[in-house]
C-alpha cells in the first residue's frame, strides 16, 4: 500500500528496479488482477521493472461511496503521476488499456517529460464514434444491446452471483479467440476476493468526469507510440485504434487478430509481449532511473 495525490493505492513490481520502467494502467472498474500475474512476469523476464496497481474503487485501494464518487478521471491521471514519483521514477514506459489508455494519452500531454515511450491498448482518441467524433465507427451492436439493456446487479456479497454476473458481462466483448471461461472465472474469483467494496468497483468509474476532450492534441504527442488494437474490438473498433496511429506522429499500429475488446488473450501474447518489449527498448533516455 502507498499513499498517492492524498489517498491509499495498492501497486505491486516485478523485476529489477534499475530496469527500464513499465506503469500498467487498467481499464474501467478493472484492479490490477487483469494484468495477469505471467504477463507481468514474462515483461520482467524481457528486462522491465512492471508496475501494476489498483485504481481507486478497485482492489484493496481506497473506495468512496458505491454512486458517488470523490474524484474525477483527473484525480486518476494524478494517481498514476504520483506513482512515477513514489517509485522515484523520472520516467516510464506508459500502457494504458480501454479507459486507462486514456488516462496514458493524457499523461502524455500533460506530463510528457514523464512518458519515455506510449503503449495503447483497445482504446480510442475520442470515445465510441459519436456527434463529437463523427468520423469514428460506432460501437458493435451486441455492445449496444448489452447497455440498453443491462443484466439485473447481483448481491454483491454473494461470490458466486458476482462471478456470474462478471463472466457473463465479458461475452458480449469477446472476439473470435475460445472464450476461457474456466480461466476468466478464477481471475473474477480473485478480483472478488481482494476487492473492498464490489459494488463501488462495478459502478464509480463509469460515473466519473473525463475532463476537456484531448483528441485535439494528440499531434503533440513526441514518445514514441505503440498502438495495440483487437480486430474485431465491438466497443472501439479498430478504426479507433487506426485513428491513434494516424494522429499521434510517427505511432505504430499493430491489430491483433481475432481480439475483442478485452486484455490481450493468451493466444496473443506471443505477439504482444515481444512487441512491447522491442517498443520499449528504443527509449532515447532511460525510463525508471532514480530521481536522486
Not at 464518487?69 to 512515477?84: E, H, M, N
Amino acid at each position: 500500500m502507498v499513499h498517492v495525490n492524498g489517498v491509499d493505492l495498492c501497486a505491486q513490481t516485478f523485476g529489477d528496479p534499475e530496469d527500464p520502467a513499465i506503469l500498467l494502467i487498467g481499464g474501467a472498474a478493472s484492479s490490477m488482477d487483469w494484468w495477469e500475474d505471467d504477463f507481468c512476469a514474462q515483461l520482467a523476464a524481457g528486462g522491465r521493472f512492471v508496475l501494476r496497481y489498483d485504481h481507486r474503487d478497485t482492489g484493496k485501494s481506497t473506495s468512496s461511496p458505491a454512486g458517488s464518487p470523490t474524484y474525477s478521471q483527473l484525480d486518476l491521471v494524478a494517481d498514476a503521476l504520483g506513482l512515477l514519483d513514489t517509485y522515484d521514477l523520472v520516467d516510464a514506459h506508459i500502457a494504458g488499456i480501454s479507459m486507462g489508455g486514456g488516462l496514458a494519452q493524457r499523461l502524455v500531454i500533460e506530463h510528457p517529460d514523464r512518458v519515455a515511450t506510449l503503449i495503447l491498448i483497445s482504446t480510442s482518441p475520442g470515445g465510441p464514434g459519436g456527434p463529437d467524433n463523427p468520423d469514428l465507427p460506432p460501437m458493435g451492436e451486441q455492445i449496444e444491446a448489452a447497455f440498453s439493456d443491462p443484466a439485473p446487479e447481483p448481491d454483491w456479497s454473494d461470490r458466486r452471483a458476482v462471478i456470474d454476473y462478471m463472466v457473463a458481462g465479458q461475452r458480449p466483448f469477446e472476439g473470435t479467440h475460445p472464450f476461457d471461461e474456466a480461466g476468466l472465472r478464477v481471475l473474477v474469483g480473485q478480483v472478488f476476493d481482494r476487492t473492498n467494496d464490489m459494488a463501488a468497483s462495478m459502478t464509480n468509474h463509469w460515473m466519473l468526469e473525463g475532463g476537456d476532450p484531448i483528441r485535439a492534441r494528440l499531434g503533440q504527442v513526441g514518445a514514441p507510440t505503440l498502438v495495440l488494437h483487437g480486430t474485431e474490438d465491438p466497443l472501439f473498433p479498430i478504426g479507433h485504434g487506426k485513428a491513434l496511429a494516424d494522429e499521434i506522429p510517427g505511432a505504430v499500429l499493430i491489430p491483433l487478430e481475432g481480439v475483442g475488446h478485452q486484455m490481450p488473450p493468451r493466444q496473443v501474447w506471443e505477439v504482444v509481449i515481444p512487441a512491447i518489449l522491442a517498443h520499449t527498448a528504443i527509449s532515447a533516455t532511460e525510463a525508471g532511473r532514480s530521481s536522486e
